[in-house]
């Protein structure tokens, strides 16, 4: 579950977008 901390990182940096937790909560 390493990816979860690299998503939030990501959507707090402004990549939400890309790298949205609602698009990737499988």
């Known amino acids: ?3 979860e ?3 939030l990182h ?3 940096r ?3 977008e890309k790298f ?3 698009d990737n909560k499988e």
């Open 14 to 16: 402004g990549c939400g």
């Open 10 to 12: 990501c959507y707090h």
């Open 20 to 22: 949205d937790p609602n």
């Open 5 to 7: 901390t690299g998503l």
């Open 1 to 3: 579950m390493a990816g």
